[in-house]
């Protein structure tokens, strides 16, 4: 976003017109939605296409591309035939007398034509005669450069590579490279890519799931701890029972403790002798007299 977009935003926003957006008009705002932020969405896939995977199947790996690569390759070698052999005869054609050396050893530099009469010299025009002429009389086709015999047959001239020829050259060359460095170099990058694209999925997938499996065990974890909690505060409470046990052994009274004891009204205090639970009496041997007196447990007192 520009300063432009900004401004446009908060003006369409700003309900008011107060040059400020409150938290009414932008709840507002997300509410009445009308596309002035285009939704998130995940973009469209743009590799492979329906060609690329065609391209990249068996099929096209065991059948299309050899047929490809074997057409351009077959084009290349009729061009080359055609320029070096020369497939069409030229017997009759209009051509420019080149004799060949048997015929001028026999013949002299001339050529003598018993059909018309006439006598051709080196480079004279005259209706081709396999017999004298050099490379008797096979011509190239030449569909775009040649001339027509005038009976409908087809374009050709004296074999040689023509414009065309090297037209038709440079194309299956051309196509030939092509399709073999697709066939080679590009498909296989495509397929390594649509590999490693499928794992990366495939890990984010793998990535998700351990990513709520961990939540899960956090969750677990969380348990456990909780329940670690709970056992230890049971066992500090035993803990502090059996502390408070043990506190309550020490502050307990027993035979040899010095302890008073209360008898009609008289206070007694001395060395403990013996205990009657059965009666809840306890004696005592008085520190004064050293005589043993008897008392209830009940007013049994620490001096």
């Known amino acids: ?119 051709y010299l080196e480079g004279d025009i005259y209706p081709c005669a396999p017999s004298v002429q050099e490379g008797k009389c096979r011509n190239s086709l030449t569909p775009l450069s040649g001339t027509s015999d005038g009976d409908g047959g087809l374009k050709s001239m004296p074999k040689d590579f023509y414009p065309d020829a090297y037209l038709g050259l440079g194309v299956s060359i ?58 230890d505060d049971e066992e500090y409470d035993d803990d502090e029972e059996y502390d408070d046990d043990e506190d309550e052994d020490e502050d307990a009274i027993d035979v040899g403790d010095d302890a008073g004891v209360v008898v009609d009204g008289e206070e007694y205090y001395g060395k403990i002798i013996a205990f009657d639970d059965e009666n809840g009496t306890v004696t005592i041997e008085d520190d004064e007299t050293g005589d043993e007196i008897t008392g209830d447990q009940d007013t049994m007192f620490l001096e």
Do not use: C
């Not at 035939?81 to 007398?97: D, F, R």
């Not at 397929?191 to 499996?213: C, P, V």
């Open 1 to 119: 976003f520009n300063e432009l977009d900004i401004a446009a935003i908060v003006q369409h926003i700003d309900a008011d017109s107060d040059g400020t957006i409150d938290m009414l008009e932008f709840v507002q705002a997300i509410e009445q939605h009308d596309g002035l932020v285009e939704p998130v969405v995940k973009p469209p896939k743009t590799f492979p296409t329906p060609m690329q995977k065609s391209m990249m199947s068996k099929r096209w790996n065991d059948v299309f591309w050899p047929l490809i690569h074997a057409g351009f390759g077959l084009l290349l070698v009729l061009l080359l035939v055609n320029g070096l052999i020369g497939p069409v005869n030229g017997e009759g054609g209009n051509v420019a007398l080149e004799m060949t050396d048997a015929h001028v050893d026999n013949f002299g530099p001339s050529y003598y034509d018993g059909a018309t009469g006439e006598t």
């Open 174 to 231: 051309i196509g030939l490279l092509v399709s073999l460095t697709m066939h080679y170099v590009i498909v296989p990058g495509w397929r390594k890519r649509m590999k490693t694209m499928k794992q990366l999925e495939q890990d984010h997938e793998e990535a998700s799931s351990e990513s709520g499996d961990e939540d899960e065990d956090d969750d677990d974890d969380e348990e456990y701890d909780d329940d670690e909690e709970y056992d």
